[in-house]
C-alpha cells in the first residue's frame, strides 16, 4: 500500500466498486477487468486501476481480476471482515429510523444501543429489539458493548454536546444527522450527512433543467 493519505473520494469510490463486484458475484462472474467493470456499470476504466494501485497489485495482465479474491481484498481494505458495533445518540423518529433500517442485517455494522435523555423514551425497545438507554449510561455501555462507531441524531443545537460525549467516552468515528458541523478533537473522524444541502442541489438542477414544479396555490 502506498503511505500518502487515501482521500475520502478514492475510498468512497472502493465502495463502489465492491458494490459492482456483489452484483457481478451473485450472478456467478468469476473473472472481469477495469474495462468491464467501467462499461457495465458507467464507472471510469483508468480511475478504477489508479484507485486500486493505491493498495497492491491486484488481477493479471490480460486476465483481469478475480471477483471472490478481489472482493475480499476491497472487504478488507475497508473494514467490513469484521463487526462494527454502532450507539446512536437521540431516539427520535430518525434515530428509530436509523436502528431498525433493515440493510444493516447480515452485514459488519450492528446498533447496539440508543440513548436519549427523554424520560418517555428510556427503556423502551426499537422494532429490531435496541433498548434506549439513559445518555448519563453513555460511558458504561460503550464499553459493555464495544460501540465503536456513534451516530448523532438529536437537533443542531445539542449536537456539539453530543459530539463531546461521544469523544469522551472513547468514540473516534462520528456520523452526523444535525444540521451543523460540530467541533472535534484531533484524531477524530466526523462525516455528517447534511439533507438540506443534498436537497439544494437537487433544488438547483431543477430550476437549472427548467423542471420545477406548480407554483404552489
Known amino acids: 500500500m502506498k503511505t500518502e493519505k487515501i482521500s475520502e473520494f478514492t475510498i468512497n469510490r472502493l465502495s463502489i466498486y465492491l458494490r459492482c463486484l456483489n452484483l457481478l458475484a451473485a450472478s456467478g462472474v468469476t473473472?472481469?477487468?477495469?474495462?468491464?467493470?467501467?462499461e457495465q456499470f458507467q464507472l471510469n476504466s483508468a480511475q478504477i486501476r489508479k484507485d486500486l494501485t493505491y493498495f497492491g497489485e491486484f488481477g493479471v495482465r490480460g486476465v483481469g481480476y478475480n471477483v471472490t479474491e478481489l472482493r475480499a481484498h476491497l472487504n478488507e481494505i475497508l473494514g467490513l471482515d469484521r463487526q462494527h458495533r454502532i450507539g446512536i445518540v437521540g431516539a427520535g423518529n430518525l434515530g428509530m429510523a436509523l436502528a431498525n433500517y433493515r440493510g444493516f442485517e447480515h452485514e459488519c455494522f450492528q446498533v447496539a444501543a440508543l440513548f436519549d435523555k427523554e424520560a418517555s423514551r428510556l427503556g423502551i425497545t426499537s422494532r429490531s429489539g435496541?433498548?434506549?438507554?439513559?445518555?448519563?449510561?453513555?460511558?458504561?455501555?460503550?464499553?459493555?458493548?464495544?460501540?465503536?462507531?456513534?451516530v448523532v441524531a438529536v437537533p443542531a443545537e445539542n449536537a456539539q454536546e453530543v459530539v463531546d460525549r461521544l469523544t469522551e467516552s472513547g468514540i473516534s468515528a462520528i456520523l452526523n444527522f444535525a444540521p451543523v458541523r460540530p467541533n472535534t478533537r484531533p484524531g477524530v473522524q466526523l462525516k455528517t450527512m447534511d439533507l438540506?444541502?443534498?436537497?439544494?442541489?437537487?433544488?438547483?438542477f431543477l430550476s437549472d433543467s427548467g423542471q420545477d414544479g406548480p407554483t404552489p396555490p
Do not use: C, K, M, P
Request: charged residues 20%; negative net charge; proline residues 0%.
Open 31 to 38: 473473472t472481469t477487468s477495469s474495462q468491464a467493470l467501467a
Open 130 to 150: 435496541v433498548v434506549v438507554h439513559h445518555i448519563d449510561e453513555l460511558d458504561e455501555v460503550v464499553a459493555r458493548q464495544r460501540i465503536v462507531i456513534g
Open 196 to 204: 438540506a444541502i443534498s436537497f439544494e442541489s437537487l433544488s438547483y
